[in-house]
T-cell receptor, first 111, second 117 residues
Framework: DAKTTQPPSMDCAEGRAANLPCNHSTISGNEYVYWYRQIHSQGPQYIIHGLKNNETNEMASLIITEDRKSSTLILPHATLRDTAVYYCIVRPRGSQGNLIFGKGTKLSVKP | GAGVSQSPSNKVTEKGKDVELRCDPISGHTALYWYRQRLGQGLEFLIYFQGNSAPDKSGLPSDRFSAERTGESVSTLTIQRTQQEDSAVYLC???????????????FGPGTRLTVL
């Protein structure tokens, strides 16, 4: 799986948008970008994934650059409950087996 | 529908005892994964089951660790002769059929926190 690079930590004010970047400059054409998060003392939670088009669901939006070498996860109105470690993972279409979690970004949402 | 469930949620055991951890995947999910997460650390892959294929055991840290899965249903992870370094949260995840599927989004359970005294 392609390597990803994320900042180790970020802060965000409650109610503001949280924009979490991820670099994946070696991504190949058939690899998807996935985002998961892990709230303290819970199992990881799937957020969203995309290939090349921007995606939106009830949790977040995913913006992928045209060259696909980076992406941004957007939480439009961050709440205190969004405080978590956010993981960006790239993975080939149809791949099997375990996810490889990097160190992620620790997002702290502050009142 | 119901998510992935794991039991027990917490387990405290003495060094040298055997423990069994249980995972109930989401109904219809053919793939099942076990991961371990030590305090303050990332997730470590342990084992992966997919349908009737031979499991991928490449992540098991020693022969004290084993896992079984009944068909495409419940799985148990067994740790024999537990050691203090086995203390961790053990996480189970399941996904729909990968391979031909576009994605194999994994859904995680809440984990079992194992403490070996």
């Amino acid at each position: 799986d392609a390597k990803t690079t994320q900042p180790p930590s970020m802060d965000c004010a409650e109610g503001r948008a949280a924009n979490l970047p991820c670099n994946h400059s070696t991504i190949s054409g058939n690899e998807y970008v996935y985002w998961y998060r892990q709230i303290h003392s819970q199992g990881p939670q799937y957020i969203i994934h995309g290939l090349k088009n921007n995606e939106t669901n009830e949790m977040a939006s995913l913006i992928i650059t045209e060259d696909r070498k980076s992406s941004t996860l957007i939480l439009p109105h961050a709440t205190l409950r969004d405080t978590a470690v956010y993981y960006c993972i790239v993975r080939p279409r149809g791949s099997q087996g375990n996810l490889i979690f990097g160190k992620g970004t620790k997002l702290s949402v502050k009142p | 529908g119901a998510g992935v469930s794991q039991s027990p949620s917490n387990k405290v055991t003495e060094k040298g005892k055997d423990v069994e951890l249980r995972c109930d995947p989401i109904s219809g999910h053919t793939a099942l994964y076990w991961y371990r997460q030590r305090l303050g650390q990332g997730l470590e892959f342990l084992i992966y089951f997919q349908g009737n294929s031979a499991p991928d055991k490449s992540g098991l840290p020693s022969d004290r660790f084993s896992a079984e899965r009944t068909g495409e249903s419940v799985s148990t992870l067994t740790i024999q002769r537990t050691q203090q370094e086995d203390s961790a949260v053990y996480l189970c995840a399941s996904s729909l059929v990968p391979g031909l599927a576009v994605t194999d989004t994994q859904y995680f359970g809440p984990g079992t926190r194992l403490t070996v005294l």
